[in-house]
């Protein structure tokens, strides 16, 4: 099978808001709800939503008090950015929501690897897509709408996401996937047919939501314990050493 390259030259029409995109206010809803599951077990100092769609949600179950919006187009709120050069310092943000994104980034190569340079050791990243291998992925096989947001997109399968993640050193901690559906209507499918697809084809679902928790690897090799003289073992108090904020630059 021919897997298109990653980086597209042309410019993609990005949507500004959740109501740009078909069923948009049900799919936020979705993804809100996940988000709510996962925010109270996020900690840190800072906390980056990249686009606008992200800047949309509700991240305030999170202990996470400074709370950023970045977006790529002028005059949507947040802070005006380079998605392939972000303005910040490395190892500096603790979490990152990246909703819908990768689907209209001209580089998505290129965004991963400048989250996962600003992301802490044990930074998190939330992300979510359009899968094509889905009803939504047919719709825009055929072309029906393909100048219409989702379909204008790119479409990338969450295997082929979760591999760019793995290769920058990323743990999948959680890969969900919801909506079956085309969204060529007003509204989803009945409960059970998403319950259905959830259970018995979820490689089919039109949406994925990834979280993902960079992981470094430490420069010194770790001994064997028994490669460890008794001398030189030392007795440590178990006492916390106060983190020190960290700073956007």
């Known amino acids: 099978m021919l897997i298109k390259p990653a980086h597209h030259k042309h410019k993609i029409t990005i949507p500004h808001s959740w109501n740009e995109l078909p069923m948009g206010e049900w799919l936020a809803s979705q993804i809100q709800a996940r988000l709510d599951a996962w925010c109270p077990t996020i900690f840190g100092y800072h906390l980056l939503k990249l686009g606008s769609l992200s800047g949309e949600l509700n991240c305030f179950g999170s202990s996470i008090q400074h709370q950023v919006t970045?977006?790529?187009?002028?005059?949507?709120?947040?802070?005006?950015?380079?998605?392939?050069?972000?303005?910040?310092?490395?190892?500096?943000?603790?979490?990152?929501?990246?909703?819908?994104?990768?689907?209209?980034?001209?580089?998505?190569?290129?965004?991963?690897?400048?989250?996962?340079?600003?992301?802490?050791?044990?930074?998190?990243?939330?992300?979510?897509?359009?899968?094509?291998?889905?009803?939504?992925?047919?719709?825009?096989?055929?072309?029906?709408?393909?100048?219409?947001?989702?379909?204008?997109?790119?479409?990338f399968t969450p295997a082929r996401i979760k591999d760019w993640l793995e290769l920058l050193g990323f743990e999948i901690i959680q890969d969900d996937r919801f909506g079956f559906t085309s969204f060529l209507g007003k509204k989803p499918l009945t409960w059970w047919s998403e319950s259905i697809g959830q259970m018995h084809f979820p490689s089919f679902s039109s949406v994925y939501f990834i979280v993902a928790r960079k992981r470094r690897t430490p420069i010194s090799p770790i001994k064997n314990w028994w490669q460890v003289s008794h001398a030189k073992r030392r007795f440590i108090p178990t006492g916390a050493t106060q983190k020190l904020p960290h700073k956007l630059s």
């Open 70 to 155: 970045a977006t790529s187009e002028l005059g949507m709120g947040g802070i005006f950015i380079d998605p392939a050069h972000l303005p910040f310092q490395e190892n500096c943000i603790d979490a990152c929501i990246l909703t819908q994104s990768l689907d209209f980034s001209a580089d998505p190569h290129q965004l991963l690897r400048e989250v996962e340079r600003v992301l802490t050791g044990d930074g998190y990243l939330i992300l979510s897509g359009y899968n094509p291998l889905s009803l939504c992925g047919l719709v825009k096989l055929c072309g029906i709408k393909r100048n219409h947001p989702p379909w204008s997109g790119r479409m």
